[in-house]
């Protein structure tokens, strides 16, 4: 499976408001629970492989702190991105398509691939999201000066959380 099919899969779950999916092929079998555990089962070895919780949508959190702060618009609209977006007017906000942990580079020795004030093709690498220790390239979806990285390097992010602002050219 490459991460571009995993990644529309986890936006089907996300999208339809799918709790469980189960999907079995001759190499494997892979079950997705929503705010459960993941299990990858290879075949003929039939090994389980139970992966840390792994949440495909973000879920609700009970701590206090949490319900101090206003609550949050509906998953179509970012959490965020309404007062980011107000920094730089007429910037388009690159959102996170899944759940994982933000990579600003491809390895920790390695440059970033962009860098606020950078200008940007469509198409090109802006960032890497870890899912279930699968890299996926995050790409611009414009040409434009990157403004405003929102995210800090190794911190998890949800589906549709801004990651960066972009100015088209």
Request: negative net charge.
């Given at each position: 499976m490459t991460p571009k099919e995993l990644k529309q899969i986890l936006q089907a779950l996300v999208e339809h408001g799918v709790s469980e999916l189960t999907l079995e092929t001759p190499d494997y079998k892979l079950t997705v629970r929503r705010g459960g555990e993941v299990?990858?089962?290879?075949?003929?070895?039939?090994?389980?492989?139970?992966?840390?919780?792994?949440?495909?949508?973000?879920?609700?959190?009970?701590?206090?702190?949490a319900e101090?702060?206003?609550?949050?618009?509906?998953?179509?609209?970012?959490?965020?991105?309404?007062?980011?977006?107000e920094e730089c007017p007429g910037c388009v906000e690159v959102k996170a398509p899944i759940v994982g942990t933000f990579y600003r580079a491809p390895a920790p020795d390695a440059p970033p691939y962009v860098k606020e004030g950078d200008r940007v093709?469509?198409?090109?690498?802006?960032?890497?999201?870890?899912?279930?220790?699968?890299?996926?390239?995050?790409?611009?979806?414009?040409?434009?000066?990157?403004?405003k990285i929102l995210v800090q390097n190794g911190e998890p992010v949800e589906y549709g959380q801004p990651l960066f602002l972009i100015q088209p050219l």
């Open positions: 299990q990858v089962v290879a075949v003929p070895q039939v090994v389980a492989a139970p992966a840390s919780q792994v949440q495909v949508a973000p879920a609700p959190v009970p701590a206090p702190a101090a702060t206003p609550p949050t618009p509906p998953p179509q609209e970012a959490p965020r991105g309404g007062e980011k977006a093709e469509k198409g090109q690498v802006l960032c890497i999201i870890e899912a279930m220790k699968l890299m996926n390239e995050i790409e611009s979806e414009i040409s434009g000066i990157v403004k």
